[in-house]
């Protein structure tokens, strides 16, 4: 029986209801005015009863704390259950056995184990920190040595831009699950086939934790060019079709963006997801408007 302390539950527990949820995604805030435009967005969020909320881990020292103190004040000022993100990135394991402690004594019990990617160019070469780790599943296995937390790890529907092909890509997410994580987030794609076909090959290898589609709401035309760049996604030409004549037009192009998002989320609730974790920017408004539209608020 996994901790559940805090009074919240897990990750897992938040997931396995039998109604589709949804979850948001964060990054620390940079300066006060950043804080403050995350405060309303979780403020404007935590009414609609999200799953849970997460926390990204970025590559400097400052942020890394504002990772930590973010999500503990996501755990102790509000009634969402917090997960937070922790990367392999120029951290020895001692150093990431005090993070992952202070996350315990936060009262954080969910945490996303991703290795990271090289800071400044993150298709540069890996480096290992000389007393660190190499690949996501050591994290995974270090997290669950370390306390009783809830593991989840990152998916990617394309394949990650550094594997050789899907089949080896695959190996090495079935070997995260097999080092104990408890499910899986994806990055970020346009249309349902890529997700679902890896959701049936996960199955298929005898991998049958939960996996979550990440969703990136398409707001300006930005969200739909640099989306794909970023996370390896195709950028479907009909989709591109249908958005591109409104580039002059910011306003058409996020009615008509919003429209082709809802359209991908009911594909996947359709197939039988148990959750959509949006990517927000910090902000709430489209991740709210959406969670509406699909009927996923708490009644
Ligand atoms: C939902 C989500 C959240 C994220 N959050 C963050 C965040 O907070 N901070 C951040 O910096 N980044 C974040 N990322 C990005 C992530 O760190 C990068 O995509 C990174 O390049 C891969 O991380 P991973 O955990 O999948 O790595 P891994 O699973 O270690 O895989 C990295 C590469 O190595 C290969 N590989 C794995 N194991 C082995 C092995 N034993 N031998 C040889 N090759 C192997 C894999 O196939 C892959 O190509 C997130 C990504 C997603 C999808």
């Given at each position: 029986m996994k901790d559940t302390s805090s009074g919240r539950g897990t990750v897992t527990e938040r997931i396995s209801v039998d109604r589709p949820v949804f979850s948001v995604e964060f990054f620390p805030p940079k300066d006060a005015a950043g804080e403050a435009e995350l405060w309303r967005a979780i403020r404007r969020l935590e009414p609609l009863d999200p799953a849970f909320v997460s926390v990204t881990y970025g590559a400097g020292g400052s942020s890394r704390d504002r990772t930590i103190r973010t999500t503990a004040r996501i755990a102790t000022d509000t009634t969402l259950v917090s997960m937070a993100h922790l990367t392999?990135?120029?951290?020895?394991v001692a150093e990431l056995r005090r993070v992952i402690g202070a996350y315990a004594a936060a009262g954080i019990r969910n945490v996303l184990a991703v290795r990271g990617d090289p800071p400044?160019?993150?298709?540069?070469e890996w480096v290992p920190h000389p007393e660190g780790l190499a690949y996501a599943d050591e994290l995974v296995r270090l997290i669950r040595r370390s306390g009783n937390f809830c593991v989840g790890v990152a998916a990617f529907p394309y394949g990650?831009?550094?594997?050789?092909d899907a089949e080896s890509d695959l190996r090495r997410l079935v070997a995260k699950v097999r080092a104990g994580a408890d499910f899986a987030i994806s990055q970020?794609?346009?249309?349902?086939e890529g997700f679902l076909r890896l959701r049936d090959r996960m199955v298929e290898a005898g991998c049958d934790v939960p996996l979550l589609p990440g969703i990136m709401p398409l707001t300006t035309l930005r969200t739909l060019r640099r989306g794909p760049e970023l996370s390896g996604a195709p950028l479907p030409a009909d989709l591109v079709k249908r958005l591109e004549r409104f580039a002059d037009d910011p306003v058409a192009f996020r009615a008509a963006g919003m429209e082709a998002t809802a359209e991908l989320c009911d594909k996947l609730l359709a197939e039988g997801v148990r959750g959509l974790h949006f990517y927000t920017l910090n902000r709430s408004t489209a991740t709210v408007e959406l969670v509406q539209r699909l009927g996923l608020a708490a009644r």
């Open positions: 392999a990135v120029s951290h020895s400044g160019d993150p298709l540069g990650h831009p550094r594997s050789p970020l794609f346009l249309e349902p």
